[in-house]
């Protein structure tokens, strides 16, 4: 058990559901619409292997023109999260495009620089049934400032603060 070994297993205080970090959100440059991302606990809390120990159990929230679609139970590594707000960091110091970096089939993320924009992004959302894509899946998109993809990297990394990736980095 040498991997268990090396596990930092934080306080369970820290990560129970009432001190859960607060959601990252991402909104529309004009409040229009927004992607909403809140860690509800670590999936598998016990599980010796960093793989499963950094699932974390997550909602997800898409709100656009009226249309709001939430998926609730979906399981992320704690390291999606912490690549999604690199990526995002990069993008906003001048990287073409942003893809997706969730394993889940259910959400696909994209954010791509507007071209007519340098301080303006256009973020396109789906969240479908755990599992699947469908074309019944509620699809989003909106614009969204420089300032608030920073604004959600910082939620993301909060997230993954207060669920720190255990064992490997590779998780």
């Not at 409040?31 to 909602?59: I, K, T």
């Not at 894509?133 to 300032?147: G, V, Y």
Request: glycine fraction near 8%; hydrophobic fraction near 40%; aromatic fraction near 6%.
């Amino acid at each position: 058990m040498e991997d268990s070994e090396n596990l930092t297993v934080p306080s369970p205080a820290l990560e129970s559901a009432s001190s859960a970090p607060p959601p990252a959100v991402l909104a529309a440059h004009d409040g229009s619409a927004s992607f909403r991302v809140e860690a509800l606990r670590r999936a598998f809390p016990e599980a010796p292997d960093p793989w499963d120990c950094n699932r974390l159990e997550v909602g997800l929230e898409g709100r656009a023109h009226g249309i709001a679609a939430a998926l609730r139970g979906a399981l992320l590594l704690n390291s999606e999260l912490a690549t999604l707000s690199a990526q995002l960091r990069k993008l906003g110091r001048g990287s073409s495009a942003l893809e997706s970096p969730f394993g889940e089939a259910a959400i696909e993320f994209s954010v791509r620089p507007l071209p007519s924009e340098s301080e303006r992004f256009r973020v396109e959302l789906r969240l479908g049934e755990l599992g699947c894509r469908t074309e019944a899946d509620a699809r989003f998109a909106f614009d969204a400032d420089r300032s608030q993809l920073l604004e959600f990297a910082d939620g993301l990394d909060r997230i993954v603060s207060g669920f720190p990736i255990r064992g490997s980095a590779e998780a």
